[in-house]
């Protein structure tokens, strides 16, 4: 492969070592915005082995691209030898700057704009790059040579090999790389740039780099930490060593996700990366941990054992999700990474999971853009959920089963079924009947809990149902295996765990609370009966419950109340029980769902009590926490400050939004600010600026080359409030100023923003082709309207809404505007059902609400 800087273009030859297996007249490969020549199929290199021919070179007599399938045909106009030959392709396409395929990346050195190039191949994007056959069972070994201009830096998945002057070109040189394991296209890569690295060798004797672009060496410190300390970690968790000679960790200044995993060398966003010492906050640390553990974790899960179709994505992302937690966890222990896999993680998935739309985690997927649909929430964390509940169902058994697995297919692929066979044998337990619904069918049950007594004996009676979010029902859907961990006062050290097998089961009941799901280690949301509400509650109010059940309490209280299982005066109960609580996360989730319901009011009677209330729940935790860091802080304290601080100040505490002011005032003119509070006090001048306020926000933005704090103060004005700033942020979004990978980030949290909705969805309409050459694809923007409308709660907004989705239908954003709609509704619905309710819950907070009104369960538990 040879890169053109001046030009934007590449040039580059491919020879396949194939073998045909009957005898037809062409061949067809993936090829898609390439120029594809001087084709030769050799034949001769074989000959004699056991072929009646002395062998032969041809050229093809047409070459035939299509389109819509990404394919090139080779017509040879004769009938080929059954055998092996060689297949040689010279071909050119475009260093383009759409973020996939082989595309061109810009940095600085010294002031003066350089360009480099970078690939991103998955889904499928090799096709881009080099004709190939692009799906993940198609594995081979590459040999790759990069022929590049001498003072740039070559990587590529394995070390050099010999580096040599190409004859009559002074300017450049060719880098050959060793030959890969056998590997799929996607997880090829190339990397040509001006960089500058760190290295260690871990405890294996494998040998680690970072690299940056020029200056930012350092910042890769603390990524090669966490790559030191993990790499061997998983080489001990999955018994199996780390099967390449080296890694190397490449942050490149446009890249359109979070990281990929390309064996052997990883790509990076630079904010996935890099940490200041200095200016990098104690978030953006995390994010590095997670995402460098989890593409470290894809090594095996992924590039040693590829999944068999992108059907199976799960496989790969649900796992690497899964295991990232584990690596940061044993390294960061203070960290309570496995409290957030609750809080972000499976939350997440239940939220993603529990539309009418939603897709099984097993999913089938044949268009690219269905593929690249599916890098969702419900691949990831329903995919990490997933496998979190079956490490807790197996314990020891489960790294024992995925040592065997790996083993049994190295070099080669796997479907679901597989890993759930060899799990199953390996523990003797009936893995594939409790996992198999899970994956294969789509959504997850809720429980429907009542006491009740049979012969004298108090019991508690459960019965199954998929849950979707809007409380329809559907009694013909398939049933799970559900696990079933009940919690009591006298079981919160050790809850007893069962499996509830059909529809209905009873269990013993103990008069006091009892909490199922207990350490929220399954997939599915649980309804109490309101007596029972009322007892967790109280629980909850006495200290009784541990964190991660409050969290999956809190989670189910709200969404079981969107569905009409339970009053909005239970779940604002429940809420209202944790004025006393301590830990970050649960507090995480108290402002989320007091963020939704104040979301749902807004412009309605009771929104400025809302946020009266709001106030008043979180001005304890302001005075506990305050503004500045206290001697011997952690992770958590810090982040714990910017969950208070922020609510505060966006519900509208007027010392919180001064003090905002002030402190970034001081920051302009000193330098100084506590990298911890950047964003929140950033976003609080955003939600309450004037003009002068904004243009100091950008002048942050412009006086920085540090990635990190342009997307701090790219998140901040996404929050503006004021009309004529709002347009002003979404221009910004699309102008040259923000790099194109950067351009989600501003739409995605805008979308959360109440005040910019309509106008947001205004812009994404009148920009949309614009939008679709932005970014990297399909995927954000999927995910961006999904976020921008699936926040409106009126008729008129639907039916615009609607009108847009039936003219711009395609594959790829089908799901994601069925699924808006569905929330649209929902939205109404719960106005319709709760606003009063959530009015006189606020007038007087203490009086429940009479026994009739409450609601439960759809129908009598039997
Ligand atoms: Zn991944």
Not at 429 to 435: H, Q, Y
């Amino acid at each position: 492969m040879k890169p053109n800087f001046n030009t934007f273009t590449f040039s580059g030859t491919n020879t396949a070592e194939i073998v045909i297996k009957e005898p037809v007249r062409s061949i067809t490969l993936h090829a898609l915005e390439l120029e594809i020549k001087n084709v030769v199929l050799d034949e001769s290199v074989y000959a004699n082995q056991n072929y009646p021919f002395e062998g032969r070179t041809i050229k093809p007599i047409e070459i035939s691209y299509d389109k819509k399938l990404q394919t090139v045909t080779f017509d040879f106009g004769v009938d080929l030898y059954v055998g092996k030959a060689k297949l040689k392709m010279e071909f050119t396409g475009k260093l383009n700057n759409q973020l996939h395929g082989f595309y061109r990346t810009s940095y600085k050195v010294v002031d003066k704009k350089h360009w480099g190039a970078s690939t991103q191949f998955e889904a499928t994007d090799a096709r881009r790059a080099f004709p190939c056959w692009d799906e993940p069972d198609k594995k081979v070994r590459f040999h790759t040579t990069l022929i590049v201009p001498k003072h740039m830096a070559a990587l590529s998945n394995m070390p050099v090999d010999v580096t040599i002057q190409p004859t009559g070109d002074e300017y450049r040189k060719m880098v050959c790389f060793k030959p890969t394991p056998p590997m799929s296209t996607y997880l090829a890569a190339f990397v040509v740039a001006d960089l500058e690295y760190i290295e260690a060798t871990d405890k294996n004797g494998v040998l680690i780099r970072v690299y940056t672009t020029p200056g930012k060496k350092e910042h890769g410190k603390f990524a090669l930490d966490v790559a030191l300390h993990t790499l061997p970690y998983y080489a001990d968790y999955y018994k199996t060593p780390y099967p390449l000679p080296k890694l190397d960790l490449v942050a490149i200044p446009d890249f359109g996700s979070g990281a990929m995993e390309n064996w052997g060398l990883e790509i990076f966003r630079e904010t996935a990366l890099l940490v200041d010492e200095k200016n990098s906050s104690a978030s953006a640390r995390e994010r590095v941990a997670d995402v460098v553990d989890h593409e470290l974790a894809h090594h095996w899960f992924g590039n040693l054992v590829t999944m068999k179709w992108w059907t199976h994505l799960w496989l790969n992302e649900g796992f690497a999700n899964f295991v990232e937690m584990l690596g940061v966890a044993a390294q960061f222990p203070a960290w309570k990474r496995r409290v957030r896999f609750v809080a972000e993680d499976l939350v997440g998935a239940l939220h993603d999971m529990d539309k009418p739309s939603s897709h099984p985690i097993e999913v089938d997927v044949n268009d690219p853009a269905e593929i690249r649909e599916i890098f969702d929430t419900t691949t990831y964390s329903g995919g990490g959920s997933v496998n979190r509940m079956i490490e807790h169902y197996l314990g020891n058994e489960f790294p024992k089963g995925i040592t065997k697995y790996l083993d049994c297919f190295k070099y080669g692929n796997a479907a679901t079924e597989d890993l759930w066979k060899i799990l199953g044998k390996s523990s003797g337990k009936p893995v594939s009947d409790i996992m198999g619904p899970y994956t294969r069918q789509a959504g997850y049950p809720v429980i429907f809990t009542e006491e009740g007594s049979r012969n004298g004996k108090s019991i508690l009676k459960l019965e199954q149902m998929r849950f979707l979010m809007d409380g329809s029902i559907d009694e013909t859907y398939p049933l799970w295996n559900v696990p079933i961990g009940v919690m009591t006062p006298a079981t919160v050290e050790n809850p007893k765990f069962m499996y509830m097998k059909g529809r209905r089961m009873t269990i013993p009941r103990t008069t006091k609370w009892v909490k199922l799901n207990a350490g929220q280690s399954g997939l599915y949301r649980v309804a109490y009966s309101p007596r029972m509400w009322d007892r967790l509650t109280d629980a909850v109010r006495a200290g009784e419950i541990p964190e991660i059940d409050r969290i999956g309490l809190l989670d189910d209280a709200f969404a079981l109340a969107r569905a009409g299982y339970v009053s909005i005066w239970s779940a604002l109960g429940l809420l209202d029980a944790h004025r006393n609580e301590r830990e970050t996360y649960v507090w995480a989730m108290l402002a989320g769902k007091l963020n939704g319901v104040a979301s749902l009011v807004r412009d309605e009677d009771p929104e400025a009590m809302l946020a009266e209330y709001a106030r008043k729940f979180f001005k304890p935790l302001v005075e506990r926490v305050g503004w500045d860091k206290k001697p011997g802080e952690g992770n958590l304290e810090a982040i714990l400050r910017g969950v208070a601080l922020s609510n505060l100040g966006a519900y509208g505490d007027e010392e919180i939004i001064a003090e905002a002011r002030k402190r970034l005032d001081a920051f302009i003119a000193s330098g100084t600010l506590d990298p911890d509070i950047r964003q929140t006090v950033y976003t609080i001048v955003a939600q309450n600026a004037t003009d002068e306020d904004f243009e100091k926000l950008m002048k942050v933005y412009d006086s920085t080359d540090m990635h990190e704090e342009k997307v701090r103060v790219l998140r901040a004005i996404a929050h503006v409030r004021r009309p004529e700033l709002i347009r002003r942020v979404l221009n910004l979004s699309l102008s040259l100023k923000v790099r194109s990978q950067d351009t989600p980030i501003v739409l995605s949290v805008m979308a959360g923003n109440d005040s910019a909705r309509r106008t947001e969805w205004e812009f994404i309409m009148e920009n949309w082709g614009t939008l679709l050459t932005r970014g990297g694809g399909l995927g954000w923007i999927s995910r961006v309207v999904r976020g921008v409308t699936e926040g409106f709660k009126d008729r008129s907004d639907l039916a615009r809404v609607e009108a847009f989705f039936k003219t711009h239908s395609m594959p790829g954003l089908d799901r994601a505007m069925q699924i808006s709609l569905q929330m649209i509704k929902s939205n109404m619905k719960w106005l319709n059902r709760n606003l009063r309710d959530v009015e006189s819950w606020l007038t007087d907070t203490r009086v429940p609400l009479p026994a009739s009104e409450q609601v439960s369960a759809p129908h009598e538990l039997r």
